[in-house]
Structures are given as C-alpha cells and as structure tokens.
C-alpha cells in the first residue's frame, strides 16, 4: 500500500496512475484472502477474484461493505495490469482508498 500511495502522489505521470491502481488491486486481494484465513481458516483459490466474495462476506459482521470493496478493486484489475487505456487519477484514488480499508481491516483481523 505504502507503494501505490507513492507512486500516485507523482506528479506530472499520469501513467503511474495504472501501476498505483494495479498495487491496490494486489494489496486488496492480499488482504482479503488474510482476512478469510484469519477468520475463516481458508481463502479463495482460483482465477476468478470475484468468487473471493462470497467468503469475504462471511468473514467478518461488516464482510459486506469488505466484500463491496473487493468487488470495486477486481473490476479495475484488468486495465490496470493490462489495459492500453490510463486510469485516471481520481479512480487510482479510489482505488488505493478501497486497498487502505481492506488492509487495515485485514492488520486488525490479524492483530486480534
């Protein structure tokens, strides 16, 4: 996370805002699967992220809005890491703001 924040605070690269939403998809999957192992003793195995959700709902009393966090995350993924268009800098925001709340979730799951 602390990379995506970096690299989308650079200014003047909007082409940085790609690699910025791609490191908060990647956190963002990281955390949720952390947060099914922590609660749930498994995680989600497979290509299709979205199917991760179902799981995440379950996790945790606010797994819902987790799982709605996710599912925003997963619908970038693919032009982040391999679309021809640029994200704008106001979606990388997004973005990174959806992964900072699935990863401190996740830190708090952990933590417990």
């Not at 996790?59 to 599912?71: F, I, N, Q, Y």
Request: with cysteine; net charge neutral.
């Amino acid at each position: 996370m602390e990379t995506a924040e970096l690299v989308l605070g650079e200014a003047g690269r909007r082409e940085f805002s790609n690699v910025a939403t791609g490191l908060a998809v990647l956190a963002g999957i990281a955390a949720s699967d952390a947060i099914c192992c922590v609660r749930l003793g498994c995680h989600h195995r497979g290509d299709d992220h979205r199917s991760a959700t179902g799981l995440l709902e379950q996790a945790t009393p606010d797994g819902k809005k987790l799982a709605t966090s996710l599912v925003r995350l997963v619908t970038v993924k693919d032009t982040a890491h391999y679309g021809v268009s640029l994200i704008d800098a106001r979606m990388a925001g997004n973005a990174t703001r959806w992964a900072g709340h699935l990863v401190e979730r996740a830190r708090e799951e952990v933590e417990r």
